[in-house]
């Protein structure tokens, strides 16, 4: 073999390799790609409640209407019935979440009075002396917010299938701006075991592995 083929074969070779180099650079950033692709959209879950889902469901109808209306407009005299049409279902979806802000506006004010009143005040106390609260003062607490926010207790009971009474006074306590120390006095259980609790009310309410203060805010969030 003269030396222009075996230089001709070297050329090759090293095509070769440096394609085959290439696809193993490309398939590792793909593999990580995907992998960081995963784990971010696993960090970015977000709880909704079903008020937000709602109002969220009504924006997209609103936008889709509010396209079909600007369709209507370039029409001439026979879209004049389309367009009140679509404008009167424009004005109903708006005025349901003017009601829903409204409502939540005032659910919000409501457990922000009872958080600061007489009854979490006694519980307050009695967690700073380390002592543990009655059921009926913590049935009387649940049974306070059941009457002015239903959607609260609905909605765990809804969600976290078999919740026991004691975890439903952990939920409501947390709601109320208790502290995981106060929570553990109150209910006369470790630190440790009500953030036990808690992570496992967090897994099954959203199907996934966290922290404890996770669950709390989505909690505070109702």
């Known amino acids: 073999m003269n030396t222009s083929?075996?230089?001709?074969?070297?050329?090759?070779g090293a095509v070769g390799v440096l394609i085959c180099i290439a696809v193993v650079c490309w398939l590792a950033w793909y593999i990580w790609y995907n992998i960081r692709r995963k784990k971010n959209f696993s960090q970015t879950y977000r709880f909704e409640n079903e008020n937000r889902m709602k109002m969220r469901d009504n924006e997209r109808k609103i936008q889709e209407?509010?396209?079909?209306?600007?369709?209507?407009?370039?029409?001439?005299?026979?879209?004049?019935?389309?367009?009140?049409?679509?404008?009167?279902?424009?004005?109903?979806?708006?005025?349901?979440?003017?009601?829903?802000?409204?409502?939540?506006?005032?659910?919000?004010?409501?457990?922000?009075?009872?958080?600061?009143?007489?009854?979490?005040?006694?519980?307050?106390?009695?967690?700073?002396?380390?002592?543990?609260a009655a059921d009926d003062m913590l049935l009387q607490l649940l049974n306070a917010v059941d009457e002015k926010n239903p959607k609260f207790t609905s909605y765990i009971r809804t969600n976290i299938p078999e919740i026991s009474i004691q975890d439903i006074y952990i939920c409501t306590l947390i709601r109320l701006g208790?502290?995981?120390?106060?929570?553990?006095?109150?209910?006369?259980?470790?630190?440790?075991?009500?953030?036990?609790?808690?992570?496992?009310?967090?897994?099954k309410l959203t199907g996934n592995n966290g922290k404890a203060d996770e669950f709390d805010k989505i909690i505070r969030e109702l």
Request: with cysteine; glycine share 8%; charged share 25%.
């Open 5 to 12: 083929n075996q230089e001709g074969l070297y050329v090759i």
């Open 65 to 132: 209407l509010r396209s079909l209306l600007d369709d209507a407009n370039r029409r001439i005299e026979d879209g004049a019935h389309d367009k009140e049409m679509l404008a009167a279902k424009i004005r109903e979806f708006e005025e349901q979440n003017a009601q829903i802000k409204i409502s939540e506006q005032e659910t919000q004010a409501f457990m922000a009075d009872m958080a600061g009143g007489s009854l979490c005040n006694e519980l307050h106390a009695l967690a700073r002396g380390g002592q543990i």
């Open 178 to 203: 208790f502290g995981p120390s106060e929570i553990s006095v109150l209910i006369g259980r470790s630190p440790t075991a009500v953030t036990k609790v808690r992570k496992k009310l967090l897994q």
